[in-house]
């Protein structure tokens, strides 16, 4: 017979929880884990009546959590902290050639040196499963929390994270965000001043993207007017064709357009001042411990060794 933790922890409430706890919307949340809101509020109910306290309270339209909500919340956290730990443990005796490496990729990210080197590390590991995601930053995040993927590709510095005391970082390039615009009259311009990306509409990611979240973050720091995102699109593709086919502005980072320039008559010119950030590998450090983990961030410092990321996107 079943205790009254085991019908908390063996069910799906606790990720149901989870979301909820970090939305604080139950639309929100219900959309995120692909159910109904009246789903929903029945796991949160069942799990309220066997810990025996309401998690949640509102004021308002505004939802908050209880004293043993966050009570829930924080041993919920170091229970997963606990069997991430001991997943990681237990792979750091596998082999270097066997077992699967899943790596979430910015969506916003150019893929073609990861893909190229992906290619040449299987040639020499074929018993490893590779896994590929490309994916927001929301997810990616979730998802390293959560030990559903081992490596993530992603920029920094980001604000938006606050938790970085389990995780280690290592860098791939400084990236550069450039301006792309049709307008002869910049065509002689070596940079471009902010104020000077203000006479078009512009089309870029959606609020709450990384290379978003920065554009207005620099503009605001430099005392200008935020550009009007006009049209906004998920992936660089899009956002790289539509701004090509119109008079829009916009701007994608240097390794993007390294690529894909001669596919469009845009033109790219670096800020003044300029937009900078790092592209890096984010992991948690246990995960430098499990061999073909290490094996294969090792592979990639050896890929680049010879000839730079860049280039290699020629």
């Known amino acids: 017979m079943q205790n009254q933790s085991d019908n908390v922890f063996s069910s799906k409430t606790l990720n149901y929880f989870l979301q909820l706890s970090e939305t604080m919307n139950y639309t929100q949340a219900a959309q995120l884990l692909g159910i109904t809101q009246p789903a929903l509020t029945q ?3 069942k799990l309220e009546r066997i810990v025996g306290a309401p998690l949640f309270y509102s004021i308002g339209k505004k939802l908050h959590l209880s004293e043993a909500g966050k009570t829930m ?3 919920t956290h170091e229970v997963y902290e606990l069997l991430n730990t001991a997943t990681d443990e237990i792979q750091q005796s596998t082999s270097a050639d066997i077992g699967r490496i899943r790596v979430g990729i910015l969506s916003s990210i150019e893929l073609r040196v990861f893909t190229d080197f992906i290619i040449e590390y299987f040639k020499n590991h074929p018993k490893i499963e590779i896994a590929v995601y490309t994916l ?3 997810e990616i995040w979730e998802k390293l929390e959560n030990n559903k993927i081992d490596l993530a590709i992603m920029y920094l510095p980001d604000e938006s994270i606050k938790n970085w005391k389990p995780y280690k970082t290592r860098k791939i390039i400084e990236e550069e965000l450039l301006f792309l615009h049709h307008d002869q009259a910049l065509e002689k311009k070596k940079k471009i001043r902010l104020a000077q990306t203000l006479s078009n509409s512009w089309t870029m990611y959606p609020d709450s993207f990384y290379l978003n979240d920065m554009i207005k973050e620099h503009y605001i720091n430099h005392m200008t007017d935020l550009p009007t995102f006009s049209v906004c699109f998920t992936t660089p593709q899009q956002i790289f064709r539509f701004s090509n086919a119109t008079e829009f502005y916009t701007a994608l980072p240097k390794s993007y357009i390294r690529v894909h320039e001669q596919e469009a008559s845009l033109k790219a010119i670096p800020f003044e001042p300029s937009i900078k950030f790092d592209m890096v590998f984010v992991y948690r450090s246990e995960k430098e411990d499990i061999p073909r983990i290490h ?8 890929y680049l060794k010879k000839i730079d990321y860049l280039a290699k996107l020629n």
């Open 43 to 45: 796991q949160i109910k």
């Open 73 to 75: 919340l924080r041993t």
């Open 136 to 138: 927001s930053r929301k």
């Open 295 to 302: 094996s294969f961030l090792t592979g990639f410092d050896d």
